[in-house]
């Protein structure tokens, strides 16, 4: 799909960047650059991209690294880097077959360095990282979690700390649900991420817990629509996200102060948007 901005000022249009395609795009903490899951048509396959926030200088990121597949990108607030999903390229277990049991891992590419010497890989076992995203303090990463090829398959979101390299589960239900695209609050105390019950795609709500793990998840939205893909805006008050209650997927804004305000962003009336 198209990459597009969209200008909450009042008065301003959205803008396409570039003439590229791609997804799951994340916006510089200075608002200047986007990087995204670009597809490279050509190759009828995936990678890194980032681009200027007027659309231009665009640069391919994942080439000449020892990865395929990268995908999910998310920026670092304070330091030049970000954080995303892709499977190694001397994994000799990846499955091309497409049957999604592909161990995708966590790597971390620092954006001032080049090829190979700034990325880090920052999981390494058998299971499926996806959806990483930085902390607002970039110490940790919270990403999903799904033991594929273990005893224990099932989604669940994590919190690994790239100091320690150790993992804190955030939930911890298997199957049972069906977690996707956490996100940190503004003071680094809590994750907002959609879920689903298991046997149930499409119907996403949208939850907030603390990244410690503790307590219980409350949820923030539940419709009978499908809410996915929350982000937080910088001083923790709003939170956009994805919702197919117009028929099709648009962008709204949710006022967590008022706790029923919702702004719709967007107004596409094809589903493909």
């Not at 939205?221 to 910088?234: F, I, N, W």
Request: hydrophobic fraction near 35%.
């Amino acid at each position: 799909l198209p990459i597009i901005a969209f200008p909450l000022e009042a008065g301003r249009q959205p803008t396409r960047l570039g003439d590229v395609s791609g997804r799951n795009p994340d916006i510089s903490r200075d608002g200047q650059r986007v990087v995204f899951t670009r597809y490279f048509p050509a190759s009828f396959d995936f990678g890194l991209a980032e681009i200027g926030a007027t659309g231009a200088n665009e640069r391919i990121l994942s080439t000449g690294l020892p990865i395929i597949k990268a995908q999910m990108p998310s920026y670092c607030a304070n330091a030049n880097q970000i954080v995303f999903s892709a499977l190694p390229t001397d994994d000799r277990q990846i499955d091309f077959s497409g049957s999604g049991a592909e161990a995708y891992q966590v790597y971390l590419l620092n954006l001032d360095l080049s090829g190979q010497t700034g990325l880090q890989r920052l999981t390494n076992d058998r299971a499926a990282y996806l959806f990483p995203a930085f902390s607002p303090d970039c110490s940790r990463v919270a990403a999903v979690r799904n033991d594929i090829r273990g005893g224990t398959p099932g989604e669940d979101v994590v919190v690994i700390d790239l100091a320690a390299r150790t993992q804190t589960a955030v939930t911890s239900d298997l199957g049972a649900y069906v977690e996707s695209s956490p996100r940190w609050t503004p003071d680094g105390r809590q994750l907002v991420y959609a879920a689903y019950k298991a046997g149930e795609p499409g119907q996403n709500d949208i939850y907030v817990r603390p990244a410690d793990g503790s307590g219980v998840p409350r949820i923030l939205l539940r419709e009978p629509y499908d809410e996915a893909y929350p982000v937080v805006s910088p001083d923790g008050r709003y939170i956009a996200f994805a919702s197919n209650r117009t028929g099709a997927y648009n962008i709204f804004i949710y006022d967590q102060k008022t706790s029923s305000t919702l702004w719709q962003v967007t107004n596409a009336d094809e589903e493909h948007y």
